[in-house]
């Protein structure tokens, strides 16, 4: 009877909590023109075994609360261990009392280049480098953990963040691009350091408003929650005087823009004219869509 017990017990446990990920992995080879080896396929399953079964944090996760998201690997070209390629990531986290989702990283990196051979064992070690495939998904994966975390808490991401800061630290010792200063404005490197730099503190301050006071609260109360993001999305005027059309404001508005523009051409009236002006000076690469807020 006890060990049935035990069993039981161990059951529900491994059930009831798992891994903070449900990632969907795509390796996608058509470029390569031998997208029907097997090493790609086999590349996909194993980075999807890797992503969604690693314990990533020491918290525990119930099956609901795993973050949705995905990668979708290109591989442009490859020469036996030698591959070359891009990754596109995509997050969402679910917005209160509603069945609607709403995307939170929009990231394609394209300074992707790593070696595998098939069939390889895939191991994290969070302060020692092990391989650029692990320490480029690993990155993404504190980087959907952190954003994830701000949209529920204040600096409630700091803590994955210091990681993905360590995962750039001992990966800019390896040959591989995305990793340095030197590597550009839009790299791994620019990514994380504008994050944890007090001149874009304001961005972190949106993404918690934006969702907490926000989208959460629409359910409830849709015009509080449009007027919230509304005077929200305000705060990114005195950042974007300080560094016009930075990389952060853009990342924010590649994940958000079409929803920004449903927000605020349904539902209860709000100051469009003022939400208009603020969008088009904070981030007039979708001046398109800001054009069609007509309500």
């Not at 060990?3 to 470029?31: H, K, M, P, R, T």
């Not at 480098?129 to 600096?155: C, P």
Request: proline share 3%.
């Amino acid at each position: 009877m006890r060990n049935i017990l035990y069993c039981l017990l161990f059951v529900f446990s491994f059930n009831g909590f798992s891994q903070e990920l449900n990632c969907s992995v795509v390796v996608n080879a058509q470029q390569t023109g031998n997208a029907n080896q097997s090493i790609f396929k086999t590349l996909q399953n194993q980075l999807t075994e890797f992503v969604n079964n690693t314990k990533w944090t020491n918290k525990a996760f119930s099956s609901q609360e795993r973050i949705d998201c995905s990668m979708v690997i290109t591989i442009t070209e490859y020469s036996g261990e030698a591959f070359q390629g891009s990754i596109q990531i995509q997050s969402s986290r679910p917005v209160f009392g509603s069945s609607f989702t709403t995307p939170i990283y929009n990231f394609n990196d394209r300074d992707f280049a790593f070696r595998y051979l098939e069939f390889q064992n895939l191991v994290f070690n969070p302060t020692q480098f092990e391989s650029n495939l692990i320490s480029v998904l690993a990155f993404h994966i504190y980087m959907i953990l952190g954003l994830d975390a701000d949209t529920f808490a204040k600096q409630g991401g700091d803590p994955y963040f210091s990681q993905a800061q360590t995962i750039v630290n001992y990966s800019q010792q390896e040959n591989f691009k995305g990793w340095k200063l030197e590597d550009g404005l839009q790299s791994r490197f620019a990514l994380i350091d504008n994050l944890m730099s007090p001149t874009f503190s304001a961005y972190r301050e949106v993404l918690y408003r934006y969702h907490r006071s926000g989208l959460d609260v629409m359910s409830e109360n849709t015009k509080k929650g449009k007027e919230e993001i509304a005077s929200t999305l305000r705060l990114f005027e005195a950042m974007n005087s300080r560094r016009p059309n930075s990389f952060l404001q853009r990342t924010f508005f590649d994940a958000k823009a079409d929803e920004i523009e449903q927000i605020f051409t349904d539902g209860p009236n709000v100051n469009i004219a003022s939400v208009k002006e603020t969008l088009q000076k904070v981030a007039p690469m979708h001046s398109s869509k800001w054009s069609n807020i007509k309500f």
